[in-house]
């Protein structure tokens, strides 16, 4: 029965403690406070040179996603919907067709010219 309790007190500590780290990165991180944005895409971004969402907004969502592509080839086209819905403060379900269009046609060239 002690066991059981330490056991559960411990598991308790450690998913607070998670939860919190979690929290107060959130809070540092400005750029994973940003819709779409969480911490793995906000820690590629910051390995890039794009470390607030100002600098994302001057950027654009095309240009980030090509510094992205140097260091994670694999960057697909929920991460570049995701940058966009991020600069216009939407989900990036919620973008415009036309959009979504032109960020696919955008993403099929970016991975043409990777593959060259």
């Not at 559960?8 to 919190?20: E, I, M, Q």
């Not at 750029?31 to 971004?45: R, S």
């Not at 996603?65 to 929920?78: E, I, K, P």
Request: one cysteine or more; a positive charge.
């Amino acid at each position: 029965m002690k066991f059981e309790i330490n056991w559960a007190r411990r598991y308790k500590v450690r998913f607070v403690a998670s939860r919190l780290f979690f929290y107060l990165y959130r809070m540092e991180n400005e750029l994973a406070k940003q819709v779409n944005i969480g911490k793995v895409v906000a820690d590629k971004l910051n390995e890039v040179g794009i470390s607030t969402p100002e600098e994302l907004r001057a950027l654009g969502s095309k240009q980030a996603f090509l510094r992205l592509q140097t260091v994670d080839s694999g960057a697909c086209l929920h991460e570049l919907m995701a940058l966009e819905g991020a600069i216009r403060g939407i989900r990036k379900y919620d973008l415009p067709e036309e959009v979504k269009a032109d960020l696919k046609r955008f993403h099929q060239l970016s991975q043409k010219n990777l593959s060259e």
